[in-house]
């Protein structure tokens, strides 16, 4: 069977440079490593670092004072943060620089005097960390009719921003009408990045030409789930899988092409050996 995999598929910046930061930390061998919360939402790369034994915090307070914390891509509240450098040894920053810089942009406009509307999910990990540089001078909707709901006032200043891995069009849409509601008024900080939305059209325009769609990546990776929404919503039948293991060649009975991607947080091995099966067939 020919496999159609995408050219996007798998690790994104944000991600390789935090696990590159996490491998670094390991091979020093000069203190026990943790990271905060699942470095990524991929069961089978977190299985390796348990080998590794890197420890897995649930929370700042759980960290041990001999031990080397890293922060992942995701980032972290602020207030969090001053916690985890009190109880720990040492703290790696592995914020991907794309949510880094939101998280200053964000800070910068508070001390400005703006007003925060951030458009993200809420209880999102990426979210809680940009709404913590905003401290209580902030909004957080997860929709344009969810914004038109929240009263603006006639005198400050407000700062649009969004969670990364928001969606651009939406996006777009809020500055409008924001712009009609404040002209002036209104500062936005293009925060989103280009990586899901590039795997969002690659998956989109493959999903349009093969018989049926194979997503790679952990169940509660949301950008993982988002790709194969928008492949089922092409009209093709669409297999959202964590790994090669969990396809049957019954599946792919009479079909020709397939196509292949996988979520920002899916390593390469993964993927090939998904490849791999599909081409077999
Ligand atoms: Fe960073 Fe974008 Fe990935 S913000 S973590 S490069 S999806």
């Given at each position: 069977?020919?496999?159609?995999?995408?050219?996007?598929?798998?690790?994104?910046?944000?991600?390789?440079?935090?696990?590159?930061?996490?491998?670094?930390?390991?091979?020093?061998?000069?203190?026990?490593?943790?990271?905060?919360?699942?470095?990524?939402?991929?069961?089978?790369?977190?299985?390796?670092?348990?080998?590794?034994?890197?420890?897995?915090?649930?929370?700042?307070?759980?960290?041990?004072?001999?031990?080397?914390?890293?922060?992942?891509?995701?980032?972290?509240?602020?207030?969090?943060?001053?916690?985890?450098?009190?109880?720990?040894?040492?703290?790696?920053?592995?914020?991907?620089?794309?949510?880094?810089?939101?998280?200053?942009?964000?800070?910068?406009?508070?001390?400005?005097?703006?007003?925060?509307?951030?458009?993200?999910?809420?209880?999102?990990?990426?979210?809680?960390?940009?709404?913590?540089?905003?401290?209580?001078?902030?909004?957080?909707?997860?929709?344009l009719?969810?914004?038109?709901?929240?009263?603006?006032?006639?005198?400050?200043?407000?700062?649009?921003?969004?969670?990364?891995?928001?969606?651009?069009?939406?996006?777009a849409r809020i500055d409008e009408y924001l712009q009609t509601?404040?002209?002036?008024?209104?500062?936005?900080?293009?925060?989103?990045?280009?990586?899901?939305?590039?795997?969002?059209?690659?998956?989109?325009?493959?999903?349009?030409?093969?018989?049926?769609?194979?997503?790679?990546?952990?169940?509660?990776?949301?950008?993982?789930?988002?790709?194969?929404?928008?492949?089922?919503?092409?009209?093709?039948?669409?297999?959202?899988?964590?790994?090669?293991?969990?396809?049957?060649?019954?599946?792919?009975?009479?079909?020709?092409?397939?196509?292949?991607?996988?979520?920002?947080?899916?390593?390469?091995?993964?993927?090939?050996?998904?490849?791999?099966?599909?081409?077999?067939?």
């Open positions: 069977m020919e496999v159609r995999r995408a050219k996007t598929a798998g690790f994104c910046f944000g991600v390789s440079l935090a696990l590159e930061k996490l491998d670094a930390e390991v091979e020093k061998h000069d203190a026990k490593i943790a990271t905060l919360g699942p470095i990524i939402h991929n069961p089978q790369v977190l299985e390796r670092y348990e080998k590794q034994n890197v420890r897995c915090l649930k929370n700042a307070e759980e960290a041990d004072a001999n031990e080397r914390v890293v922060i992942r891509a995701h980032g972290i509240p602020r207030e969090t943060e001053t916690t985890l450098t009190k109880a720990c040894k040492d703290v790696v920053d592995a914020t991907c620089p794309k949510v880094k810089r939101a998280q200053l942009g964000i800070h910068s406009m508070i001390s400005k005097g703006c007003f925060l509307l951030l458009y993200g999910e809420k209880d999102h990990p990426e979210v809680r960390g940009l709404m913590s540089y905003a401290g209580d001078r902030a909004f957080l909707f997860n929709s009719e969810e914004l038109k709901n929240f009263p603006l006032s006639a005198d400050i200043d407000y700062c649009l921003a969004a969670q990364t891995t928001q969606d651009r069009e939406e996006f509601q404040l002209a002036e008024r209104l500062q936005v900080l293009n925060t989103i990045c280009n990586a899901t939305r590039e795997r969002q059209q690659e998956a989109i325009a493959i999903a349009q030409e093969v018989d049926a769609m194979v997503v790679v990546g952990g169940y509660n990776s949301g950008n993982t789930r988002r790709l194969a929404d928008v492949s089922r919503a092409q009209g093709c039948l669409t297999f959202h899988v964590e790994k090669s293991e969990e396809l049957s060649a019954s599946d792919f009975k009479g079909m020709k092409v397939v196509g292949l991607t996988a979520g920002a947080s899916t390593p390469r091995s993964v993927i090939d050996a998904t490849e791999e099966f599909l081409t077999k067939l």
